[in-house]
């Protein structure tokens, strides 16, 4: 947890003041092991960062006073349309996903997406919230990303894939495609398949839509390693 995450429902009383228990408590108490006059890296959800000072401590709570001056990191360039992973995959994903910036999430059912992964509990608002807040507090951002479930790939496809590419260099990764990533100027989309990758009858419908497929070398990788790779290599970070 590098910042602390404020929510408008922590302030009370004076609006520059926060009272703050349970997770968030325990690690400014156990972890940072801070007391009185110490101050803080906090963040306040889709707004500012900025500094807290532990004004008062108690047993079960902590009173912080804090002062929210500098904007959040700038969001990377990137729209990423994924194929939905086995659930304790996407779990870990969601939060590193958010970490790297991106802002756009598009999770879609593929021909090789088994059907019972949008029964998980993993995909309940709160639980993909919770997620999104671990990475917002590993990368000291505040501002929450917008998940998109997407139940059908060809109405998906052809009733919004063209609002959402609009502006953007548009690529899929594939181990059989033959061009591998290069630095990228502008805004992008990624769609990034299942571990078996699209099916021929999927890459079609993309292609239509302006999709390039990339590749990374000869080895297949898991999607979690593959989406860390790709960003690297497409250098989106603005």
Sequence with gaps: MNI???????????KNEVVLSGRRFMHIKDILKSSVGDTLSIGLLN???GEGEVMAMSANDVHLKVDLTEPPPPALSCKLILALPRPIVLKRLLGSITSLGIKEIYLLQTRRVEKSYWQSPVLEKQNIEKALKLGLEQSKDTVLPKIF????FKSFVEDELSD???GTQCFFA?????EQPQKMQGPVTLAVGPEGGFIDYE???????GFSGIHLGQRILKVETAIHVLIGQLRLLI
């Design 4 to 14: 602390i995450l404020l929510e408008q429902s922590d302030f009370v009383g004076d």
């Design 47 to 49: 707004d500012r960062l």
């Design 149 to 152: 479930l997407k139940k059908q």
């Design 164 to 166: 959402i590419v609009q």
């Design 174 to 178: 594939h181990p059989t495609s033959r």
């Design 203 to 209: 890459i079609e419908k993309l292609q239509q839509y």
